[in-house]
């Protein structure tokens, strides 16, 4: 959440923002600010989720209007599997928050049932390690992770 709240405070500065990546990031705001977000960064927003993270279903949008931002690219580790999820605006706006997109290989009711094990830091770079292509990582990275 921090990444998009501080990226539109730069970009309102003047700033120039290239990419902003989130991992596991709940919702950030209602529907207006989603709109002027998405008009303003959603080109360089690419978001993360990993498995269940239960995370990015906060906090519900019946009890605050709050709506996820519509990046650029949205990417899901799910059974090990990594998988670029498509959502339009038009799912988002309706607060279907794209469930059948995000768990693609179950049904909503299953996904619901979200981990908390899943938002750690360890678990979002152990499935991001076995998604990306060795040829892709840096030698200098993949000590790091």
Excluded at 90 to 109: E, H, I, K, Q, Y
């Amino acid at each position: 959440m921090a990444a998009q709240l501080s990226s539109a405070h730069f970009q309102e500065a003047g700033r120039f923002i290239a990419g902003i990546y989130t991992f596991g990031a709940p919702k950030v705001g209602n529907k207006k600010f989603v709109q002027s977000y998405g008009k303003r960064l959603g080109q360089v927003t690419y978001a993360w989720w990993n498995e269940k993270d239960i995370v990015p279903f906060l906090p519900p949008q019946v009890w605050l209007g709050y709506r996820h931002l519509e990046p650029e690219s949205r990417w899901r580790v799910w059974n090990g599997t990594c998988a670029q999820a498509h959502c339009s605006i038009f799912d988002m706006a309706a607060g279907r928050a794209c469930l059948s997109l995000d768990c693609p290989t179950v049904t909503a009711a299953v996904c619901m049932f979200n981990e908390e094990r899943d938002h750690k830091q360890q678990a979002y770079v152990s499935s991001l390690r076995k998604c990306m292509p060795r040829s892709a990582v840096p030698d200098a990275c993949l000590a790091a992770i």
